[in-house]
């Protein structure tokens, strides 16, 4: 096969970028080190096919390396940079042909071509992200010298723009993702803040008796005693026995009227008539027609100076 005098494009007349930048674009599709996914892999067997080679690549450049979102006819998962000719190609105006690697100057040492896979044909259309950040390209390999037609170099062309618009639906699709998640977060931050804004606001409670539920309006309450797996709720005119926890009493309770004075009692704070030591004495049914002696309950160390900061102390 006879080739063209057609030439690899100067360093000169390659676009100048800024490094920094064109990384950040990189960085920002999330792709570097993904698994492998069908339509980038269809992507590259298309050109392969189209441009007639037993290569080609959907590669991207990072800082140190290239490296393959899709690969045909090679094993490597990526090559150092400096051997790249790809770092060269993201840079062209349009597709960056190397008709024989063999005798081009900047290429004939590079080992890539002088040992596995051999490579003597490239062609590569710049990847090129929607603000002209040059990323990688998708490209064409073959081991003989060879020049592409301009069919081929036009659906080259176009396939590298497909590689782009799944590119950019795919960082799309992350980004929509990561808000998402950030909006469930605010939300549940929200409703948690709404449940607990609820249940400290609570007047009344239901609680399961004999397969029934029994309306205790918090106000009722006098105090609460933990009892093993239950807890016995004392209300001015009678008890009631659930199973369940003090914390999740706790959390059920108005913050406002109710405190923990100890790892077994939860007080009523307007039922508390004295403070002895280490004890507290509740008062009864506040209707004299129903009297009822007052209640002693200990007061944990832990606790006490939390409930004399409830109280208004004179």
Known sequence: ?????????????????????RMEALHSYQVLDTDPEQVFNDLAQLSAFICGT???????????????KAKVGLEAKETPREYAFCQYAMRADDIYEVPDAALDERFAQNPLVTGDPNIRFYAGAPLLSPEGQ????????????????EDQREALRILARQVMAHLELRRI?????????????????????????????????FVKQDQRLVRI???????????????????????????????????????RDFARVHRKYIVRLDRIMTIEADS?????VRDTSLSRTPVRVPIGSSYKAGLLGRLNLV
């Open 1 to 21: 096969m006879k080739l063209s005098m057609r030439t690899t494009p100067a360093d000169a007349t390659l676009r100048q970028v800024n490094e920094p930048e």
């Open 54 to 68: 037993p290569m080609s690549l959907v590669s991207l450049i990072d800082g140190e390396r290239q490296w393959f």
């Open 134 to 149: 040059p990323l990688g390209t998708l490209c064409a390999l073959d081991t003989v010298p060879r020049e592409l037609t």
């Open 173 to 205: 699709r992350i980004q929509l993702e990561d808000e998402r998640q950030k909006l469930d977060g605010v939300l549940r931050m929200a409703n948690n803040d709404g449940d607990a804004l609820y249940a400290n606001n609570r007047t009344e409670i």
């Open 217 to 255: 309006a918090t106000a009722d309450l006098q105090y609460v005693e933990a009892l093993g797996d239950y807890v016995n709720l004392h209300t001015t005119r009678e008890r009631f026995t659930v199973y369940g926890t003090m914390k999740d009493l706790e959390t059920k309770l108005p913050v």
């Open 280 to 284: 507290a004495l509740l008062d009864g």
